[in-house]
């Protein structure tokens, strides 16, 4: 068992992570409400008090994200039961999803997402099935949605069992020294911020090598191809900096390799990281610290109204998980 990194400086520290500064760049109130929900722990105040909506809302996933998790789930699945000894099987994993996305998509029809706190939620076959849709929480309507859902899954699945990378993935995992399966205690401070190395799956080699795997669910737009690939890059880097920057056995990072696979597409790319790239990841992590220290520090310093919303609310907040909160007059920082 891996010692638990210290956290008495990091619990302090400003947390960053590159999805949430993706969604800040979005829109500044789209983070604020999801900063919120964790920060005054929704759940505990009654179903119709505004902090509760939001926890619930935060929750919501399209068709999607959704279709993306239940990929995520299910590989996590495999990957668990191989290091448990047994052989992928494709066969029972493609009857697997298709049960668990049923289960879930019932979950969500009947809207027991509604107070229901996520890890309390019964799970199939180790898999939760817990979800709350944006179309079922909106009322909109739903039809094909489960079918497409689990035949994308389905094909996803299949051409991941074709992958070139597929086998040597079991291979690596059957041997390594450690598997990391999206590990939840992966801390570390950087550039004064704490990060959590979520990983898909990070495989510690025998011969002192850190592998990172990662599922890539969707293409990329091709106006922000640049842009996004900057992003996720750095995804991949804040992961990447964990063996790099932990308390033991630190691995120089021209020791980290990531193997990126699309199941979309089959397709599969390789990245490898440098000095200059950590350098200015530490740049953006730290002008992220100062920012969000200016703006973000109690819920009753934020001034909701002086947030900005995205690039064109006509298109972006019909979609939004949260319009339903933001559409309303409420004063978020006299709230209690
Ligand atoms: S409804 Fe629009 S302005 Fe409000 S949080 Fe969502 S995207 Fe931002």
Known sequence: MAKRPTLTA????????????????FCQKKFYFTWLA????????????PWHRVYDLKQLKN??????????????????????????????ARRLISDVAEAQFAFSAEHRFIGATKSHVEKYNGIPTFLALFEHAYGLPVDGLLEETRLNVDQWLMHTFSWEGWLPLIDHVQSARRVYIEPDNLLYLFAGARIRARMDVGVETRDGLFVLYDWK????????????????????????????????????????????????????????????????????VDRWVRLQRE????????????????YDPQRSCPWCSFKAVCGEEILWHELT
């Open 10 to 25: 990091a619990d302090r520290a400003v947390e960053y992570s590159p999805t949430t500064a993706r969604l800040f760049g």
């Open 217 to 284: 669910c969707y293409n990329e737009d091709k106006r922000f191809a640049a842009y996004d690939q900057h992003l996720f890059k750095q995804q991949l880097l804040a992961y990447a900096l964990w063996p790099v920057s932990r308390e033991e056995l630190r691995l120089a990072i021209d020791r980290v390799v990531a193997h990126v696979f699309n199941p979309v597409t089959g397709e599969e790319r390789e990245i490898h990281f440098t000095e200059n790239d950590c350098a200015d990841f530490e740049i953006d």
């Open 38 to 49: 964790r920060r005054k722990q929704g759940w505990r105040k009654g179903l119709d008090h």
């Open 295 to 310: 703006m973000f520090t109690e819920v009753g310093d934020v001034v909701f109204d002086e947030l900005r919303g995205p």
């Open 63 to 92: 068709r999607h994200t959704w279709a993306g998790d239940l990929y995520h789930e299910i590989l996590a699945h495999i990957l668990n039961d191989v290091c448990a000894g047994h052989e992928p099987d494709e066969d029972a």
